[in-house]
């Protein structure tokens, strides 16, 4: 008889509600796959706009949403060496993350840190192979170079303000309340933003003294893509990656010329796996070293339970989140 587990599916598109506990066959593993025992799992922007019916898995992707999850290796396939049954990991899937068993592929997994929770670890890969890939990697942020992100207390946010202020980048961000504010300086950034009660561009420009930043990470669009411009500075790099006010964008393109900017994005999950598998070494080599080290932490706001997977939702499309919002699946 086929083994059964929990899992939260999408049961229709729409609102957090649509999240339903179900039970459905544990994964079967592949070669070079190894099957993991849920002990947490992130939730991200993707996963919410999965829900909604914007973002459906890639071809041969589980259904069942989440994009990174953290436990203990129980079943390894052909192939896999340089883990044993019962290693913690966390680890980045296309698809899959909100259940009690999960089946991933064993280049994409990387040891817990020392010091670091199993709800902590589950933090970690959706965001750090995120932020890797388009801060340092397409964005080709250098030490000494200024780094802007806006929404500093998201998952994305919280992560890069602490990797570039990690690699000698000052970091500017820009957030909603002088709440978070205040919290953004406690990860490290040099000037956060209250983009409510204040005009981030005029605010860049007096803090570079009219230079700009160097790399700007946006996960906006929309109406903020003319400011973004204008925070530019010459031969600078935006890199996008959401578009939270909209895809459609109507702004004058002439800085791009007159500044000699690099304008790029990218996407994450529909990636190669050897993409992937190459974004997790580099990770583990130059990143969770300054993790064990206390130079970067895991920002985790709250978490709750597998089956409430609406109510996580709920809470990270509230916007009162600072940090990551998890799912605890066993432990």
Not at 33 to 52: F, S
Request: glycine share 12%.
């Amino acid at each position: 008889m086929t083994k059964l587990m929990t899992a939260i599916e999408i049961s229709k598109f729409g609102s957090p509600d649509v999240l339903k506990p179900r039970q459905i066959p544990i994964p079967e593993i592949k070669d070079g796959e190894m099957l993991i025992k849920v002990a947490a799992a992130g939730i991200n922007r993707p996963d919410i706009m999965q829900r909604t019916g914007f973002y459906p898995a890639p071809k041969g992707a589980s259904e069942i949403p989440g994009l990174e999850i953290s436990g203990e290796i129980i079943e390894m396939g052909k192939g896999v060496s340089g883990w044993s049954i019962g290693d913690k990991i966390c680890g980045l899937v296309a698809g899959g993350g909100y259940a009690e068993y999960c089946a991933i592929p064993a280049s994409h997994c990387l040891p817990i840190p020392k010091g670091v929770t199993m709800e902590e670890a589950a933090s970690l890969p959706e965001t750090f192979f995120t932020v890797w890939s388009n801060v340092f990697d397409r964005g080709a942020l250098k030490a000494g170079e200024t780094f802007m992100v806006h929404g500093g207390t998201s998952g994305i946010g919280s992560t890069a303000i602490q990797m570039a202020k990690a690699f000698g980048a000052t970091v500017i961000t820009t957030c909603g309340s002088d709440d978070k504010t205040d919290f953004c300086m406690d990860l490290g950034a040099d000037l956060a933003i209250n983009y409510k009660t204040q005009d981030f561009a005029e605010e860049v420009k007096s803090y570079t003294g009219g230079k700009g930043v160097d790399v700007l990470l946006d996960m906006v669009a929309g109406d903020y893509m003319k400011r973004n411009f204008m925070v530019m500075a010459v031969e600078g790099r935006i890199v996008m990656i959401a578009v939270l006010r909209g895809p459609k964008v109507k702004a004058n393109m002439l800085p791009i010329m007159l500044k000699r900017l690099t304008f790029t994005g990218s996407t994450l999950r529909g990636r190669e796996d050897s993409f992937k598998e190459e974004i997790a070494q580099n990770l583990k080599t130059k990143v969770w070293p300054l993790i064990e080290q206390g130079k970067i932490k895991p920002v985790v706001s709250k978490v709750f339970t597998l089956k409430n997977a609406a109510g996580a939702h709920k809470y990270l499309e509230s916007g009162q989140n600072m940090g990551k919002v998890i799912l605890k699946v066993s432990g």
